[in-house]
């Protein structure tokens, strides 16, 4: 069975490349455009993953993911936040509000693949590029 991933991200461009590549590497993708809407499907979705952007409308992706880890339905999704916010106070707010995972952009889909079968149950087939 396909592992889910929800994509939440406000560029379309950035949504289009990250849905392309990871359904090429085998996964089933929802996505979000912005922090309410993530909260909303990612309930309804429970997908295996999330990756999160971080600048989001309506709700950042901070208080998206603390929400997330409040809530005992999606408490235990992993998180990874991928972001153009670089800083070491960034990423230590990312991992403060629950995420698992910081990806700075620009990243390489490999190195995020890489991370995202990290944090997948070790049972499911890992995907790759």
Known sequence: MQKRILVVEDNTEQVELLTFNLKRAGFSIGTATDGIQAIKKARSLLPDLILLDVMLPE????????????????????????????????????????????????????????????????ESPKATV
């Open 59 to 122: 709700m950042d992706g901070y208080a998206v993911c603390e929400t997330l880890r409040r809530d005992s339905k999606t408490a235990s999704i992993p998180v990874i936040m991928v972001t153009a916010v670089s800083s070491t106070l960034a990423s230590f707010a990312g991992r403060e509000a629950g995420a698992n995972e910081y990806v700075t952009k620009p990243f390489s889909f490999k190195h995020l693949l890489r991370c995202i079968n990290a944090l997948l149950p070790a």
